[in-house]
């Protein structure tokens, strides 16, 4: 958890509370909030450290996946770590018949936006303000 919170701080100027992720892993990284939603984690570990993480949202009703967080420690980035874990993602939502992932990412945030590109992700809409300093663009894929 501290790793995982030094990954967060290091990555975001407004970093998740630390409160979040015990959460999520005091529940064995599913916390389950009734019976369509679910809001899920995993942990990238290379040689007993973490590397990265994702977290992303299912609603097996709404048939939709949002990503919410993906992080990549800065020694392990460019060597594929991100796209592996998105990968891990979209294969888990197909796996549960869910039909689209969205997300939302700063509209500076060009290494995010390239690999949500490269993956097939398509620009669909942009939220002025988002982040208070930075809109967002809001990205989705067709599963
Ligand atoms: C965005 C991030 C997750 C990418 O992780 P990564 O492990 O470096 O990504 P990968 O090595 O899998 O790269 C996949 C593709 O993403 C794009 N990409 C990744 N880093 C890039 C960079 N610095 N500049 C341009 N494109 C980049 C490229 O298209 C790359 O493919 P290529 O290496 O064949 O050119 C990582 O930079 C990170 O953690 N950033 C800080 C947190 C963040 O912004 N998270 C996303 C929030 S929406």
């Known amino acids: 958890m501290t790793e995982v919170m030094r990954i967060e701080r290091?990555?975001?100027?407004?970093?998740?509370e630390y409160s979040i992720?015990?959460?999520?892993c005091l529940q064995n990284g599913e916390v389950k909030s009734?019976?369509?939603r679910s809001l899920i984690m995993d942990v990238f570990e290379n040689s007993g450290r973490v590397a990265g993480y994702i977290v992303w949202e299912t609603d097996i009703v709404r048939k939709e996946g949002h990503i919410l967080n993906l992080a990549?420690?800065?020694?392990?980035?460019r060597m594929g770590n991100g796209r592996r874990l998105l990968s891990h993602v979209l294969d888990h939502l197909r796996n549960i018949q869910i039909n689209t992932c969205f997300l939302e990412v700063r509209e500076s945030n060009f290494p995010a936006r390239n690999l949500y590109e490269s993956y097939g992700f398509i620009?669909?809409?942009k939220i002025p303000s988002?982040?208070?300093?930075e809109d967002a663009i809001i990205y989705s894929i067709d599963l």
């Open 123 to 125: 620009e669909s809409d």
């Open 21 to 24: 992720f015990l959460n999520i």
């Open 34 to 36: 009734g019976e369509a």
């Open 130 to 133: 988002y982040y208070f300093d």
């Open 10 to 16: 290091s990555c975001f100027p407004v970093a998740w």
């Open 72 to 77: 990549i420690r800065q020694d392990e980035r």
